[in-house]
């Protein structure tokens, strides 16, 4: 999955990535940005009309694994898309480290 390299690098930042090893990183990166994305897709599709969800459904069927043309698409269509996305990274952060808390 493609993204905009600067949610990659608030992904890495917010759950302390960058002195993994680039294999575990990269990995890591790719995991927590699918659910990210995944998340704030849904809190979107919740609030589109119709002519948008079925363009975005175009959009994800072409767009393979190539994520880049949702996010663009996205991008352009919802008010404070980035903001969601910090927002889901936070909330994602969160739930990650009560988690972690939980098996201690």
Do not use: C, W
């Not at 090893?21 to 599709?45: G, H, Y």
């Amino acid at each position: 999955m493609t993204s905009n390299s600067s949610h990659l690098d608030l992904i890495a930042k917010s759950f302390g990535l960058s002195g993994l090893p680039k294999a575990v990183r990269d990995s890591l990166l790719e995991e927590i940005n699918q659910m990210v994305f995944r998340s704030v897709l849904f809190r979107i599709m919740i609030s589109m009309d119709d002519e948008d969800k079925n363009e975005l459904s175009d959009v994800l069927d072409n767009a393979g694994d190539d994520f880049a043309k949702p996010y663009a698409f996205l991008k352009e269509k919802v008010d404070n898309f980035d903001g969601l996305i910090e927002e889901e990274v936070e909330k994602i952060r969160k739930e990650s480290a009560g988690l972690t808390k939980s098996f201690a």
